[in-house]
């Protein structure tokens, strides 16, 4: 790519974030149901400009979901190093992503839905990435303390942690919506991560295992 070309690519890249900043900003104000002229006028931009940049309204959406979910994701993963105790670890993450919702409850109604087709947009490749993470988690627990677990058991740990994060959502997506401010934040962050670790009790005990939820998880995999 020669130099007119990269020059001609970083315009129109930073077109495209003026855009989608300029929706994202209409979106906390104004309302999730922004049109497509309001956020030209807002980006400095003529509606056919803007569809220069992105072939369809269903293609912005994308776009500003995407940017809106990375915003999100930079809260969760910093949240989610596996540092402390996993009370401590699992509290961090819930109370990032309580607090994210509440400060940004009309993005979080545009992040909180996948619109692509198949479960491929950028909320399923999120929740993907969470998920995997829980999953290597659980996975190498198993194999450090030396726990017997037939491979059906191993298998059924992916649909359980779909499930526990689905619950942590709902939770989420519920109070949102309800937008009564109670239970608090803080409180809302305690009572998801008691029913957390509830349900991880429940299957570390099948196997025999009684973990310390205060312990430091460097101790208690050592």
Request: charged share 25%.
């Amino acid at each position: 790519m020669d130099g007119r070309a990269v020059r001609w690519k970083r315009h129109n890249d930073d077109r495209r974030k003026r855009i989608v900043d300029a929706a994202i900003g209409l979106i906390e104000t104004e309302g999730v149901n922004v049109s497509l002229q309001a956020i030209g006028q807002a980006a400095g931009l003529s509606r056919s400009v803007v569809y220069r940049h992105f072939a369809d309204r269903r293609e912005l959406d994308l776009a500003i979901q995407a940017d809106i979910l990375d915003g999100l994701w930079a809260k969760l993963f910093p949240a989610m190093e596996l540092t402390g105790s996993i009370r401590q670890i699992i509290s961090r993450t819930v109370g990032a992503y309580v607090n994210w919702a509440l400060e940004h409850p009309l993005l979080h109604q545009v992040a909180d839905v996948d619109t692509a087709p198949n479960g491929t947009g950028p909320l399923q490749q999120g929740l993907d990435r969470i998920a995997e993470r829980i999953k290597e988690l659980i996975l190498a627990a198993f194999e450090l303390t030396g726990v017997e677990v037939s491979e059906v058991d191993k298998k059924a740990v992916d649909p359980l942690i779909y499930g526990l994060i689905g619950m942590v959502f709902g939770a989420v997506r519920r109070w949102v919506h309800v937008g009564e401010g109670i239970p608090d934040a803080e409180h809302l962050t305690s009572v998801v991560t008691e029913a957390v670790l509830a349900m991880i009790d429940t299957r570390t005990k099948a196997y025999g295992m009684a973990i310390d939820h205060d312990q430091p998880l460097e101790e208690l995999l050592g």
